[in-house]
């Protein structure tokens, strides 16, 4: 089943809410979304609930926290049982990227209050963590004076090391070292840099 991920905020078909989310997404064409209504629930829509279910593994490597799923007129649609929540100490966390985009840094703080309300993927890493995913986020929670955030431990291949490995040259240690970029800028660097990784990791790529 092609799921593909709506990564922009303008997109009409879908709400605001669940753009700056990231919870929408296309199936055949069609729009689903998933909104995410607190920490562990969220409410899931479209029109053919047959693929609710791949829909939801798909956006739950995401956001690996939200374990219960309703249809919008509040039946269960799906459960699993709550991972264990985490509170890491900010300066505690090595990114495992180097840039922040102004748009989705923008967007992020839509739903950011709260130490919280950023919850992420990370992995240990010595007396450390290393983030998965959620640098947007941490580097708001950063912006915020924020001193914890939450995490979720989760695994990971060795794709990470080389984007570890390169933030520390970068001398990104902690999450409020993060370049901020306006949004053309970051997906040209990032993309670029994303790219020459993934073709030195499988040369025949034609990427």
Request: with cysteine; glycine share 4%; net charge negative.
């Amino acid at each position: 089943m092609d799921i593909q991920r709506i990564d922009n905020y303008t997109d009409s078909r879908f709400s605001k809410t669940v753009l700056q989310q990231h919870g929408a997404y296309l199936i055949g064409g069609e729009p689903y979304e998933i909104e995410i209504t607190c920490p562990s629930e969220a409410v899931i829509r479209g029109t053919d609930p047959a693929v609710f279910d791949e829909l939801i593994e798909t956006f739950c490597f995401h956001a690996p926290h939200i374990c219960r799923f309703y249809s919008e007129t509040g039946s269960p649609v799906a459960s699993f049982p709550a991972p264990e929540i985490l509170e890491v100490d900010l300066d505690n966390i090595q990114p495992s990227q180097f840039f922040v985009d102004e748009e989705k840094l923008a967007a992020v703080r839509s739903f950011i209050r709260q130490p919280e309300d950023v919850i992420i993927q990370v992995i240990p890493h010595g007396d450390r963590f290393i983030s998965l995913d959620g640098h947007t986020r941490l580097y708001a929670a950063a912006q915020d004076g924020f001193r914890t955030v939450r995490a979720v431990l989760s695994e990971t291949d060795d794709w990470v090391w080389p984007f570890v490995r390169e933030a520390e040259k970068r001398k990104i240690f902690r999450p409020r070292d993060l370049i901020l970029l306006p949004h053309d800028e970051y997906e040209i660097q990032w993309n670029q840099y994303c790219d020459s990784v993934f073709a030195q990791q499988d040369p025949g790529t034609d990427r």
